[in-house]
C-alpha cells in the first residue's frame, strides 16, 4: 500500500501567518491517465473532513485562495496563507491513484 | 444539494456484526461512486471499502475478510456491514461521495459506534 508521510504532525501559526505543510508518498501518485490524485482535507474540531484542494492544486467550490496546493510525483504540500482562527484543526492529504485508497497520518494546525 | 447521512446502532458488542446506512441525496448512485472510511478516536482516517456506480466494490484489504457493502438504488442507501467487531472496531464511520477527479468532496456528519459488552 502507499504510505503518505505528512510532515509537521503539529503547526504552531500566528493569527495572519502562513502554514505549510508537507506530503510525501512511498511511490509516484502519478496515474497511468498522466493525472495526479492527491487531494488534501481539513478535519474541523467536531466535524467531518471537507475536501479542500483535489488533484494536487485544484481548489474545491467555496474554498479561499489562502488555500494553495503545489508538487508532483511523490512530494506535495499545502499553504495556507493568512490563517485565520476557521482555519484550524487537523489536515490530511489523500491519495486515490493507486488502491487502496490511504491518507496521511495528518497535521494539526493550532493558534501559537 | 448533495447529502450524506449515516445511520445506525451506537453500540454492538464484540464478535457481533455492526450494519450501517448510509442515504444520499442530491445524486444518483448510479452516477457517482459512495466510500466508507472510519476513524478511531483521537487518531486519523482509514479508508476502508467503495461501491462503484457500476454495483461492483473494492475493499481495503486490511478489512476484506470482515467486510461486504452493497446498496439499493431505489432507496439511495448504501449499506455497510461488518462482522467480528472487536474493541479496536470503536469508530465514527463517515460514507462520502466519491469522485474520480475530486476525491471524497462531500461527507456524512459520521456515526459514532462503539465496541463493547
Known amino acids: 500500500d502507499v504510505v503518505l508521510t505528512q510532515t509537521p504532525v503539529s503547526l504552531l501559526i500566528s493569527l495572519g501567518g502562513q502554514a505549510s505543510i508537507s506530503c510525501r508518498s512511498s511511490?509516484?501518485?502519478?496515474?497511468?491517465?498522466?493525472?495526479?490524485?492527491l487531494h488534501w482535507y481539513l478535519q474541523k474540531p467536531g466535524q467531518s473532513p471537507q475536501l479542500l484542494i483535489y488533484?494536487?492544486?485544484n481548489r474545491f467550490s467555496g474554498i479561499p485562495d489562502r488555500f494553495s496546493g503545489s508538487g508532483s510525483g511523490t512530494d506535495f504540500t499545502l499553504k495556507i496563507s493568512r490563517v485565520e482562527p476557521e482555519d484550524l484543526g487537523v489536515y490530511y492529504c489523500l491519495q486515490r491513484t493507486h488502491n487502496p485508497r490511504t491518507f496521511g497520518g495528518g497535521t494539526k494546525l493550532e493558534l501559537k | 444539494q448533495v447529502q450524506l447521512k449515516e445511520s445506525g446502532p451506537g453500540l454492538v458488542q464484540p464478535s457481533q456484526t455492526l450494519s450501517l446506512t448510509c442515504t444520499v441525496s442530491g445524486f444518483s448512485l448510479t452516477s457517482y461512486h459512495v466510500s466508507w472510511v472510519r476513524q478511531p478516536p483521537g487518531k486519523g482516517l482509514e479508508w476502508m471499502g467503495v461501491?462503484?456506480?457500476?454495483?461492483?466494490?473494492a475493499y481495503n484489504s486490511l478489512l476484506k475478510s470482515r467486510l461486504s457493502i452493497s446498496r439499493d438504488t431505489s432507496k439511495s442507501q448504501v449499506f455497510l456491514k461488518m462482522n467480528s467487531l472487536q474493541t479496536e472496531d470503536t469508530a465514527t464511520y463517515y460514507c462520502a461521495r466519491d469522485h474520480w477527479e475530486r476525491g471524497f468532496d462531500y461527507w456524512g456528519q459520521g456515526v459514532m459506534v462503539t465496541v463493547s459488552s
Open positions: 488533484q494536487v492544486s
Open positions: 511511490q509516484s501518485l502519478v496515474h497511468s491517465n498522466g493525472n495526479t490524485y
Open positions: 461501491i462503484w456506480t457500476g454495483g461492483s466494490t
